[in-house]
Protein backbone atom coordinates (compact mmCIF):
# COMPACT_ATOMS: atom_id res chain seq x y z
CA UNK A 1 0.00 0.00 0.00
CA UNK A 2 1.69 3.20 -0.88
CA UNK A 3 1.51 6.08 1.25
CA UNK A 4 -1.15 8.01 -0.40
CA UNK A 5 -3.28 4.70 -0.32
CA UNK A 6 -2.76 4.06 3.37
CA UNK A 7 -3.60 8.18 4.40
CA UNK A 8 -6.48 8.45 2.60
CA UNK A 9 -7.86 5.33 4.46
CA UNK A 10 -6.33 6.45 8.03
CA UNK A 11 -8.35 9.84 7.39
CA UNK A 12 -11.68 8.29 6.33
CA UNK A 13 -11.55 6.66 9.68
CA UNK A 14 -10.55 9.40 11.58
CA UNK A 15 -13.54 10.90 10.05
CA UNK A 16 -16.06 8.88 11.54
CA UNK A 17 -14.86 9.92 14.68
CA UNK A 18 -15.95 13.32 14.00
CA UNK A 19 -18.52 12.61 11.92
CA UNK A 20 -20.42 10.34 14.39
CA UNK A 21 -19.51 10.19 18.00
CA UNK A 22 -19.10 14.12 18.02
CA UNK A 23 -21.47 15.20 21.39
CA UNK A 24 -21.67 11.33 22.18
CA UNK A 25 -18.19 10.86 23.39
CA UNK A 26 -15.95 13.23 24.80
CA UNK A 27 -12.82 13.73 22.21
CA UNK A 28 -10.41 11.54 23.91
CA UNK A 29 -12.66 8.83 24.06
CA UNK A 30 -13.69 8.68 20.42
CA UNK A 31 -10.72 5.90 20.33
CA UNK A 32 -13.06 3.44 22.83
CA UNK A 33 -15.31 2.85 19.51
CA UNK A 34 -13.05 3.36 16.62
CA UNK A 35 -10.16 1.11 17.43
CA UNK A 36 -12.40 -2.05 17.99
CA UNK A 37 -14.65 -1.31 15.33
CA UNK A 38 -11.50 -1.08 13.05
CA UNK A 39 -10.25 -4.97 14.39
CA UNK A 40 -14.26 -6.29 14.23
CA UNK A 41 -14.54 -5.05 10.26
CA UNK A 42 -11.22 -6.64 9.92
CA UNK A 43 -11.97 -9.72 10.82
CA UNK A 44 -15.42 -9.87 9.65
CA UNK A 45 -14.17 -8.64 6.19
CA UNK A 46 -11.74 -12.18 6.28
CA UNK A 47 -15.13 -14.18 7.34
CA UNK A 48 -17.53 -12.64 4.60
CA UNK A 49 -16.40 -15.27 1.61
CA UNK A 50 -16.83 -18.13 4.02
CA UNK A 51 -20.05 -17.07 5.98
CA UNK A 52 -22.19 -19.82 4.19
CA UNK A 53 -19.39 -22.74 4.77
CA UNK A 54 -19.51 -22.12 8.30
CA UNK A 55 -23.29 -21.88 8.85
CA UNK A 56 -23.34 -25.09 6.56
CA UNK A 57 -20.90 -26.40 9.26
CA UNK A 58 -23.15 -25.07 11.78
CA UNK A 59 -26.21 -27.28 10.14
CA UNK A 60 -23.88 -30.28 9.71
CA UNK A 61 -22.64 -30.34 13.46
CA UNK A 62 -26.32 -29.58 14.94
CA UNK A 63 -28.58 -31.86 12.72
CA UNK A 64 -26.68 -34.13 11.16
CA UNK A 65 -24.47 -35.14 14.06
CA UNK A 66 -26.68 -34.23 16.88
CA UNK A 67 -24.43 -32.03 18.52
CA UNK A 68 -25.22 -30.25 21.62
CA UNK A 69 -21.88 -28.60 21.55
CA UNK A 70 -20.27 -27.19 18.92
CA UNK A 71 -16.99 -28.72 17.35
CA UNK A 72 -14.22 -25.32 16.60
CA UNK A 73 -12.25 -27.40 14.82
CA UNK A 74 -14.53 -27.91 12.11
CA UNK A 75 -15.69 -24.39 12.37
CA UNK A 76 -11.89 -23.13 11.68
CA UNK A 77 -11.45 -24.93 8.86
CA UNK A 78 -14.99 -24.08 7.21
CA UNK A 79 -13.71 -19.93 7.61
CA UNK A 80 -10.28 -20.74 6.79
CA UNK A 81 -9.14 -19.16 10.07
CA UNK A 82 -8.41 -19.69 13.67
CA UNK A 83 -11.67 -17.90 14.48
CA UNK A 84 -15.14 -17.72 13.26
CA UNK A 85 -18.39 -16.32 13.75
CA UNK A 86 -21.82 -18.97 14.11
CA UNK A 87 -24.33 -16.36 14.00
CA UNK A 88 -26.15 -15.39 10.33
CA UNK A 89 -24.87 -12.06 10.81
CA UNK A 90 -21.88 -10.01 9.00
CA UNK A 91 -21.52 -6.08 9.66
CA UNK A 92 -22.73 -5.66 6.24
CA UNK A 93 -26.12 -7.83 6.82
CA UNK A 94 -26.37 -5.89 10.15
CA UNK A 95 -26.33 -2.51 8.39
CA UNK A 96 -28.66 -3.37 5.01
CA UNK A 97 -31.21 -5.09 7.31
CA UNK A 98 -31.50 -2.38 10.10
CA UNK A 99 -34.14 -0.06 10.47
CA UNK A 100 -34.15 2.98 12.46
CA UNK A 101 -35.16 0.86 15.81
CA UNK A 102 -31.77 0.85 17.54
CA UNK A 103 -32.53 -1.61 20.08
CA UNK A 104 -33.44 -3.82 17.49
CA UNK A 105 -30.15 -3.27 15.74
CA UNK A 106 -28.50 -3.64 19.16
CA UNK A 107 -29.85 -7.10 19.79
CA UNK A 108 -28.89 -8.25 16.60
CA UNK A 109 -25.21 -6.66 17.11
CA UNK A 110 -24.62 -8.70 20.34
CA UNK A 111 -26.19 -11.87 18.80
CA UNK A 112 -23.19 -11.59 15.95
CA UNK A 113 -20.89 -10.53 18.73
CA UNK A 114 -21.60 -13.10 20.92
CA UNK A 115 -21.18 -15.52 17.76
CA UNK A 116 -17.99 -15.31 17.68
CA UNK A 117 -15.33 -17.68 18.86
CA UNK A 118 -13.92 -17.61 22.44
CA UNK A 119 -10.44 -16.57 20.58
CA UNK A 120 -12.27 -12.95 19.26
CA UNK A 121 -14.59 -12.84 22.37
CA UNK A 122 -11.95 -12.22 24.56
CA UNK A 123 -10.53 -9.47 22.16
CA UNK A 124 -14.47 -8.00 22.21
CA UNK A 125 -14.37 -7.96 25.77
CA UNK A 126 -11.21 -6.23 26.44
CA UNK A 127 -11.87 -3.80 23.99
CA UNK A 128 -15.49 -3.31 26.04
CA UNK A 129 -17.26 -3.14 22.80
CA UNK A 130 -20.53 -4.50 23.90
CA UNK A 131 -20.85 -1.79 26.22
CA UNK A 132 -20.25 0.56 23.67
CA UNK A 133 -22.60 -0.52 21.20
CA UNK A 134 -25.07 -0.44 24.14
CA UNK A 135 -23.97 3.40 24.69
CA UNK A 136 -23.78 4.10 20.77
CA UNK A 137 -27.39 2.82 20.29
CA UNK A 138 -28.94 4.96 23.37
CA UNK A 139 -27.55 7.70 22.13
CA UNK A 140 -28.94 6.53 18.00
CA UNK A 141 -25.47 6.39 16.58
CA UNK A 142 -25.22 2.52 16.04
CA UNK A 143 -26.34 2.62 12.59
CA UNK A 144 -24.82 5.38 11.58
CA UNK A 145 -21.06 3.79 12.54
CA UNK A 146 -22.17 0.67 11.05
CA UNK A 147 -22.74 2.24 7.90
CA UNK A 148 -19.43 4.13 8.27
CA UNK A 149 -17.48 1.05 9.11
CA UNK A 150 -19.05 -0.93 5.75
CA UNK A 151 -19.11 2.13 3.22
CA UNK A 152 -18.42 0.95 -0.30
CA UNK A 153 -15.82 3.55 -0.62
CA UNK A 154 -13.78 2.29 2.02
CA UNK A 155 -11.74 -1.22 1.96
CA UNK A 156 -10.60 -2.97 4.64
CA UNK A 157 -10.23 -6.10 3.03
CA UNK A 158 -7.71 -8.41 1.80
CA UNK A 159 -8.91 -8.19 -2.13
CA UNK A 160 -9.11 -5.31 -4.73
CA UNK A 161 -12.45 -3.84 -4.73
CA UNK A 162 -14.00 -1.01 -6.84
CA UNK A 163 -15.93 1.71 -5.50
CA UNK A 164 -19.87 2.89 -6.57
CA UNK A 165 -17.70 5.53 -9.15
CA UNK A 166 -15.81 2.82 -10.22
CA UNK A 167 -12.25 4.24 -8.92
CA UNK A 168 -10.12 1.06 -7.47
CA UNK A 169 -9.77 0.46 -3.99
CA UNK A 170 -6.43 -1.74 -3.48
CA UNK A 171 -6.28 -4.51 -0.87
CA UNK A 172 -5.57 -3.83 2.64
CA UNK A 173 -2.68 -6.29 3.39
CA UNK A 174 -2.00 -7.90 6.83
CA UNK A 175 1.21 -5.54 6.90
CA UNK A 176 -0.97 -2.65 5.51
CA UNK A 177 -3.32 -3.02 8.48
CA UNK A 178 -0.69 -2.73 10.78
CA UNK A 179 0.25 0.42 10.09
CA UNK A 180 -3.38 1.86 9.69
CA UNK A 181 -3.88 0.06 13.26
CA UNK A 182 -0.33 2.56 14.07
CA UNK A 183 -1.03 5.39 12.99
CA UNK A 184 -4.74 5.58 14.41
CA UNK A 185 -2.86 5.06 17.35
CA UNK A 186 -0.18 7.75 17.26
CA UNK A 187 -3.29 10.71 16.25
CA UNK A 188 -5.56 9.80 19.05
CA UNK A 189 -2.29 9.85 21.63
CA UNK A 190 -2.11 12.91 19.94
CA UNK A 191 -5.11 14.42 20.63
CA UNK A 192 -4.82 13.24 24.34
CA UNK A 193 -1.00 14.53 24.54
CA UNK A 194 -0.02 10.88 25.56
CA UNK A 195 3.10 9.12 24.67
CA UNK A 196 2.83 7.13 21.23
CA UNK A 197 6.00 5.00 22.16
CA UNK A 198 3.83 3.42 25.20
CA UNK A 199 2.28 1.29 22.27
CA UNK A 200 4.58 0.87 19.18
CA UNK A 201 8.06 1.07 18.11
CA UNK A 202 8.57 3.04 14.61
CA UNK A 203 9.69 0.89 11.87
CA UNK A 204 12.93 2.58 11.14
CA UNK A 205 13.83 1.67 14.84
CA UNK A 206 12.54 -2.69 14.61
CA UNK A 207 14.33 -2.27 11.51
CA UNK A 208 17.49 -1.67 12.72
CA UNK A 209 16.77 -3.82 15.69
CA UNK A 210 16.17 -6.66 13.72
CA UNK A 211 19.62 -6.00 11.96
CA UNK A 212 21.62 -6.23 14.94
CA UNK A 213 20.11 -8.91 16.12
CA UNK A 214 19.66 -11.30 13.05
CA UNK A 215 22.71 -10.24 10.91
CA UNK A 216 25.09 -11.46 13.09
CA UNK A 217 23.71 -15.00 13.16
CA UNK A 218 21.96 -14.86 9.09
CA UNK A 219 24.27 -18.08 8.33
CA UNK A 220 23.32 -20.16 11.26
CA UNK A 221 19.48 -19.23 11.94
CA UNK A 222 18.10 -22.77 13.27
CA UNK A 223 15.04 -23.66 10.77
CA UNK A 224 12.31 -23.22 13.58
CA UNK A 225 12.32 -20.58 15.83
CA UNK A 226 11.11 -18.72 18.76
CA UNK A 227 10.54 -15.06 19.07
CA UNK A 228 9.54 -13.20 22.06
CA UNK A 229 8.29 -9.87 23.24
CA UNK A 230 7.62 -9.07 26.74
CA UNK A 231 6.19 -5.78 25.91
CA UNK A 232 4.50 -6.95 22.85
CA UNK A 233 2.35 -3.92 22.54
CA UNK A 234 0.50 -3.74 19.18
CA UNK A 235 2.54 -6.79 18.54
CA UNK A 236 4.46 -4.80 15.38
CA UNK A 237 8.53 -5.85 16.60
CA UNK A 238 7.11 -9.41 16.45
CA UNK A 239 5.58 -9.26 12.94
CA UNK A 240 8.26 -7.09 11.79
CA UNK A 241 10.64 -9.43 12.99
CA UNK A 242 8.96 -12.51 11.73
CA UNK A 243 8.97 -10.39 8.38
CA UNK A 244 12.54 -9.75 8.08
CA UNK A 245 13.76 -13.74 8.67
CA UNK A 246 10.87 -14.82 6.44
CA UNK A 247 11.57 -12.32 2.91
CA UNK A 248 11.16 -13.73 0.07
CA UNK A 249 13.80 -11.38 -1.68
CA UNK A 250 16.10 -11.06 1.62
CA UNK A 251 19.23 -12.42 2.14
CA UNK A 252 18.38 -13.41 5.59
CA UNK A 253 15.32 -15.88 5.57
CA UNK A 254 14.10 -18.88 8.02
CA UNK A 255 13.70 -22.35 6.54
CA UNK A 256 10.74 -23.11 8.74
CA UNK A 257 7.98 -21.65 10.86
CA UNK A 258 8.63 -18.52 13.06
CA UNK A 259 6.57 -18.78 16.10
CA UNK A 260 5.67 -15.59 18.24
CA UNK A 261 5.30 -14.72 21.71
CA UNK A 262 4.76 -11.88 23.61
CA UNK A 263 3.28 -10.09 26.79
CA UNK A 264 1.44 -6.40 26.84
CA UNK A 265 -0.20 -5.20 29.84
CA UNK A 266 -2.38 -2.53 28.66
CA UNK A 267 -5.76 -4.41 27.56
CA UNK A 268 -6.41 -2.33 24.44
CA UNK A 269 -3.19 -3.03 22.92
CA UNK A 270 -3.00 -6.25 23.87
CA UNK A 271 -6.63 -6.71 22.09
CA UNK A 272 -5.03 -5.27 18.43
CA UNK A 273 -2.02 -7.34 19.26
CA UNK A 274 -4.11 -10.65 19.47
CA UNK A 275 -5.97 -9.74 16.75
CA UNK A 276 -3.40 -9.01 14.12
CA UNK A 277 -1.71 -12.40 15.23
CA UNK A 278 -4.82 -14.18 14.50
CA UNK A 279 -5.59 -12.26 10.89
CA UNK A 280 -1.52 -13.02 10.28
CA UNK A 281 -2.25 -16.73 10.85
CA UNK A 282 -0.06 -16.99 13.73
CA UNK A 283 -0.91 -18.36 17.21
CA UNK A 284 -2.78 -16.01 19.41
CA UNK A 285 -2.56 -18.00 22.29
CA UNK A 286 0.93 -17.39 22.37
CA UNK A 287 0.01 -13.64 23.17
CA UNK A 288 -0.65 -12.94 26.81
CA UNK A 289 -2.30 -10.09 29.02
CA UNK A 290 -0.78 -9.07 32.07
CA UNK A 291 2.70 -7.11 33.72
CA UNK A 292 5.66 -9.53 32.23
CA UNK A 293 7.51 -7.85 35.64
CA UNK A 294 5.01 -9.67 38.15
CA UNK A 295 3.79 -12.73 36.26
CA UNK A 296 6.22 -14.68 34.29
CA UNK A 297 3.59 -16.40 31.74
CA UNK A 298 6.57 -18.15 29.97
CA UNK A 299 8.31 -19.22 32.83
CA UNK A 300 10.85 -22.04 31.60
CA UNK A 301 10.01 -21.56 28.21
CA UNK A 302 13.29 -21.03 25.98
CA UNK A 303 13.26 -18.49 23.24
CA UNK A 304 15.78 -18.63 20.11
CA UNK A 305 15.46 -14.98 19.91
CA UNK A 306 14.04 -11.57 22.08
CA UNK A 307 13.47 -8.45 20.46
CA UNK A 308 11.78 -5.56 23.13
CA UNK A 309 11.50 -1.89 23.23
CA UNK A 310 10.48 -1.40 26.98
CA UNK A 311 8.66 1.36 28.93
CA UNK A 312 11.74 2.36 30.38
CA UNK A 313 9.82 5.93 31.19
CA UNK A 314 7.75 4.15 33.34
CA UNK A 315 7.91 3.59 37.22
CA UNK A 316 8.50 0.16 37.65
CA UNK A 317 7.27 1.29 41.96
CA UNK A 318 4.21 -1.32 42.10
CA UNK A 319 6.27 -4.35 40.82
CA UNK A 320 9.29 -4.56 43.15
CA UNK A 321 7.33 -6.99 45.29
CA UNK A 322 7.23 -9.52 42.78
CA UNK A 323 10.07 -9.60 41.47
CA UNK A 324 12.51 -8.82 44.24
CA UNK A 325 13.13 -9.39 47.88
CA UNK A 326 16.67 -7.95 48.77
CA UNK A 327 18.43 -10.29 46.38
CA UNK A 328 19.50 -10.36 42.80
CA UNK A 329 16.87 -11.55 40.44
CA UNK A 330 18.19 -14.82 38.88
CA UNK A 331 16.21 -16.35 35.68
CA UNK A 332 18.23 -19.93 35.10
CA UNK A 333 17.50 -19.51 31.66
CA UNK A 334 20.13 -16.45 31.61
CA UNK A 335 22.67 -18.37 32.97
CA UNK A 336 25.15 -19.22 30.22
CA UNK A 337 23.97 -16.01 28.18
CA UNK A 338 27.04 -13.82 29.68
Request: hydrophobic share 35%; with cysteine.
Amino acid sequence: MNHAVHNKLVSFIWSIADDCLRDVYVRGKYRDVILPMVVLRRLDSLLEPTKDKVLEEVEFQTKEMGLTELDGSGLKDASGYVFYNTSKWTLRKLQDTATNNQQILLANVEEYLNGFSDNVKEIISKFNLKAQARHMAAKDVLLDVLEKFTSPYINLTPVDLEDPDGNRLPALSNLGMGYVFEELIRKFNEENNEEAGEHFTPREVIELMTHLVFDPVKEKLPPVMTIYDPACGSGGMLTEAQNFVKDEVGAIRATGDVYLYGKEINDETYAICKSDMMIKGNNPENIRVGSTLSTDEFAGTRFDFMLSNPPYGKSWASEVKYIKDGKDVIDPRTVNLF
